[in-house]
């Protein structure tokens, strides 16, 4: 099994993806969670990519958010698109990335990635608030690599 794979268990997985849903269900924000075995040593230029990749650049909004973790290295980074980085800048990022992080200390890194998910849930909700002609525009499943 790889690195990827094993991260998190099914029901790990189960968890975070439940997190996603939940948060998304209050907000027409779009929230992507990316696992992968990354090989560079730039990971914020490396989440960049994955977030065009996953067309979540392509938001109505603009308000898309992955939290990318490079498995094998141990770190992770979170990224939001223009409208929603415009509203909640760099201190917002930065106060998630710690509630993560305090998880990932502890190896829970199911607990990490949905109380952070919830996070960014909460503020996508107070800018970019769920209405009724809301759809849901990209998948809620862990994309891995």
């Not at 067309?55 to 490079?70: F, L, P, Q, S």
Request: net charge negative; proline share 1%; with cysteine.
């Amino acid at each position: 099994m790889s690195v990827v794979e094993s991260f998190l268990s099914a029901e790990e997985e189960a968890q975070v993806v439940d997190a996603i849903r939940k948060a998304e269900k209050q907000t027409s924000g779009e929230i992507r969670v990316h696992l992968e075995n990354y090989k560079g040593e730039d990971i914020t230029s490396r989440c960049k990519q994955i977030f065009h990749l996953l067309k979540m650049d392509t938001t109505e909004a603009h308000n898309g958010v992955i939290v990318y973790v490079a498995v094998n290295l141990k770190q992770f980074y979170i990224y939001g698109d223009k409208g929603i980085h415009t509203k909640v800048g760099d201190s917002f990022w930065q106060s998630t990335r710690d509630i993560i992080l305090e998880d990932f200390k502890q190896g829970d890194f199911a607990k990490g990635l949905s109380k952070g998910v919830l996070q960014i849930g909460n503020v996508l909700e107070t800018y970019f608030p769920w209405h009724a002609k809301d759809a849901n525009e990209l998948s809620d499943e862990i994309s891995k690599i």
